[in-house]
């Protein structure tokens, strides 16, 4: 896709443009990168797209909030060096029309990086700060939902309006499908924030949830944050206390299809 719109602005002769584009949305990715290095990432690839980039990374839910908020900052943060440069240097490398796009061009991108529409910037500062107030799986849904509806949103003010051009709409569209997908996944993506959990040495601030015998596990999963380590005190069983690590492993060995906290006491007490 982007080689096609290469190709388009190469006809249009717009191609100087569209390579001023490119290279912001080049050190846009950069930011991300070099800040995910700095905290020791491992780092699949980097891909670029006619509208913007995406790092492709091994440690997404694996690491501490503030680590994924310093990586997404580090994008938008760009912009202000691009912005730095083009006032000292600008003069230098572009004439004076071209020099006055890249300032919108640069502008424009921060802006719509920063729309809170998942999976741009915006978007990942919001489940970022939802995921440190709620549990995970009620974070990560309620960030989908907020970026649909300023999806659909957009789509339909702009196109009452005649305010979005065909470009604008087609980005539209697939940043729709795009979340559309993430919630058919969201099931998925909560299961790997378990899976990582379990596998996890993290240390955190411990919690102590109290629970029915009769819970299932996964319903009491679903009450955990990223930022806690919990204890499950079980009402009606002298107090018992187990650890969320064997609550985990427990569930991820598939002794019963929905196991509850009293197959897993029986299970302990026949071992």
Known sequence: MTYLFMILAFVTGLFVQYLIILSIVLIHELGHFLMARLLGWRIEKLMLWFFGGVMVTDEHLSRPIYEEFLVVIAGPLQH?????????????????????????????????????????????????????????????????IVSLCFIIGILIVGSLYMILTMSGIVLGIFLLQENIVEWKRRHYIFMRFLLNRSQSKQKSRKQIVEVEPSTSLYHVFTLFKRSSHYQLKIRQWDEAVIEENEALAFFFKGHTAQPTIRDMIYFKEMN
């Open 80 to 144: 202000v060096f691009i912005h730095i440069g083009l006032f000292y240097f600008g003069d230098l490398l572009l004439g004076e029309q071209l020099l006055t796009e890249a300032y919108q061009y640069n502008i424009w991108i921060l802006l719509f990086n920063l729309i809170p529409i998942w999976p741009l910037d915006g978007g990942k500062c919001v489940q970022l700060g939802l995921t440190s107030l709620f549990p995970f799986k009620t974070a990560y849904q309620a960030m989908l």
